[in-house]
């Protein structure tokens, strides 16, 4: 044949047998099939085989499986973000007409897709104090479709009592979600609580260096992975086999990451908490966050974010002269990376509490903790002289 058609021939020259230690980046959109009768167009790949790459390439499918394994999961679904993680799962639990409850202290965009999105299908999401527990049941309703619970919550760090929420939303065939972002899917067990659906950014702890967006949606059922699954489709959450080869790597060493970022958080927030110009610390392990003893029983460990007050005579000005004078810290959003961050909300808003922009988040790194706390004690004294 000539050359022009040779170089078009897919068939493989080399040799086939290279079993690399790691998965290899596989690219493609389109799936050859042995005959027309195998022609089929199937989310299922993991079980009925390759159909097409928006459903997964082996290098993304080999991501899902490990992360349900990481979770004890029936499945996950790999897509972009967190942030899609959350639509789809709004969008596969909730029709017109229907009502979801949502903890006022859920990730801001959530609470955005809420009452953009979600308001303009005629979906009726209400926001609900994370404290709440088995009071729950008192917000059910007839047509509620969906429970989100996110543990802990973002910015202010509620531990929510979600056994209690689940079974409360069970008795009623509600279904719950949890945004387990915070535990990297390993601190919380989401499935052993009751959990039907768990989703994470794995943009946060699983890459774990500030250089991919992913999500993760993983289904404790057949019933959940179903209702999911085809929403999936419909949606075209097609990843990219660069991003998910760079989550199998963060996976190789996430649990010592996770180690060295727990106990350089814990070091640092136990200072904070016995700094004189430091108000409430909200760190899960400090008995000073809202939820402590819940944590306690419930979770393995803690992560790397948590959030902490100045006192009432500091001012939003000296905040803000606190945060300008960070130097090993960085000003960013986003978190679960090997950089230390630190950021002011300074729009905060929640029902029962003020904040006035003294509320700073901290997402501790893996510098060394001494050098963190100095540069935490320089911008402080700065800041408050
Ligand atoms: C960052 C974050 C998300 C969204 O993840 P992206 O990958 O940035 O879209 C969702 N939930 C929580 C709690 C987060 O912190």
Redesign the pocket.
Known sequence: MNWRTRLLDPAPRARRDFASLTTPVYRGSTVLFDDQTAVKDDWRQAQNGYSYGLYGTPTALELAHRIADLEGARETLIVP??????ALIYLSYCTAGSHALVPYSA?G??KAIAEGLMRGLNVEVEAYDPMIGASIADLIRDNTCLIWC?SPG?VTMEIQDVPAIVEQAHAKDVAVAL?N??SAGVMFDAFAYGVDVSMQ????YIGGHSDL???AVSARNAAALTKLGSIYQQLGLAVSPDDCSLALRGLQTLAVRLDALESATLEIANWLARHPHVGDVFHPALPSCPGHKIWKRDFTGSTSIFSFMFKDNISEDQVITFINSLKVFKIGM??GGVNSLAIIYPDLQRPDKEFSGCIVRLNIGLEQPNDLIDDLSQAIEHSTQ
Do not use: F, R, V
């Open positions: 973000g967190g942030q899609a993680a959350i990730y965009p959530n996110e973002s945004d972002t915070y950014a794995l943009t946060k967006l992913l999500g986003s978190w």
